[in-house]
């Protein structure tokens, strides 16, 4: 039988017989020399069976219980980051077996840990040596590209031309730039330097960046909120985050469009909302908008690359915040970042 292959419900079967056929045999001897009080000696040597019986199992599941708080123990402290810990398992039987296959389990996730990690590593260590090899003839680009303009003037196809280039050259810059950026912060590399900001300074930060480009485009840049809200971030990443997603909404607004950025500040969180009352997202790549290089078959954008809202999105939970999207077609777009107060939980 399988079940006495484990050597502990092996003596437990044992001794509970054990005591059985003890009171078996001392029961036949007091009927067979007719013990006077046999029947009263009967049923004492019946009490102390059970008694017996009663300690040896409770010996053995007492044991049992300290077993499975073992192990349960080690999951645990596997679960809390010790990847070393395993459960002993140097014994046979059914529940030793469910350990070994843990303890396998665990070696298999370690082995797929440390495989993925390499995999970023290698992904990371790639894309960087390829951005670091792309800055140097792009910097010769551009600089060449800014002599030809010099020497085009008075030549508008030729300048024409020069201007197409300086806008490609700088496409392939952000390029580079927000590939370096995501593949860090999917291989982990990134440590958040968070502080206490002041919102309305960063957001007076984003405004400046995007200042000229509204007056260009003929679009106005409208800020909205309490001076003294604070939030625990990293500085330059959350600009970063913003900037992505403000830089969207004006590539998917019109002249005479607005970009409003609004924040404030509830008893548990900080709420930042980036507003537009451009062209809206259709309701088919409202999914979609946050996966690397998607592109809509709806969208009149051709200069974006995709990269934005993924680094974005990326930014925020890093802060262990969410971002949300609202957006109806025609109408505009609402983005919504929400990040707990830490100190409020």
Not at 204 to 227: M, N, P
Not at 322 to 340: H, P, Q, Y
């Amino acid at each position: 039988m399988k079940i006495l292959v484990d050597e502990k419900k092996k003596a437990l079967f044992c001794k509970i017989v054990f005591c059985m056929l003890g009171f078996f045999l001392i029961s036949v001897l007091c009927i067979a020399f007719r013990v006077p009080n046999a029947a009263v000696c009967i049923l004492l040597c019946a009490l102390v069976m059970c008694i017996a019986i009663l300690v040896v199992c409770y010996g053995y599941f007492k044991e049992q219980n300290e077993i499975m708080e073992h192990a349960v123990a080690q999951i645990t402290e596997y679960i809390s980051g010790n990847r070393e810990a395993r459960i002993a398992c140097d014994e046979e039987g059914e529940l030793y077996r469910l350990f070994h296959e843990v303890n396998s389990m665990a070696a298999i996730l370690n082995a797929s840990a440390e495989n993925e990690r390499r995999s970023k590593q290698f992904l990371k260590n790639t894309i960087s040596d390829i951005s670091h090899q792309l800055k140097t003839p792009l910097a010769a680009l551009n600089i060449y590209n800014g002599l030809l303009q010099g020497e085009t003037e008075g030549m508008p196809e030729l300048q024409e031309f020069a201007n197409m280039s300086e806008r490609e050259l700088d496409r392939i810059e952000t390029l580079v730039q927000n590939l370096l950026k995501i593949t860090k912060l999917d291989a982990g590399s990134i440590v958040l330097e968070k502080t206490s900001e002041n919102v309305a300074d960063m957001m007076g930060e984003v405004e400046l960046h995007f200042a000229y480009r509204a007056k260009q485009e003929g679009k106005d840049l409208v800020l909205s909120g309490e001076a003294d809200v604070s939030l625990l971030c990293d500085h330059d990443w959350m600009i970063e985050a913003v900037e992505n997603i403000v830089k969207n909404a004006f590539d998917h607004t019109e002249r005479g469009n607005f970009v409003r950025i609004e924040w404030n500040q509830s008893a548990s969180m900080v709420q930042m909302k980036i507003m537009d009352n451009g062209c809206g997202i259709h309701p088919e790549d409202l999914h979609h908008i946050f996966k690397r290089f998607y592109r809509s078959r709806f969208s009149k954008d051709k200069q974006g690359i995709g990269l934005g809202l993924p680094l974005a999105k990326m930014i925020v939970e890093a802060h262990s915040g969410t971002i949300e999207v609202d957006s109806k077609l025609g109408e505009g777009t609402a983005f919504v970042l929400n990040f707990l107060i830490p100190t409020k939980l």
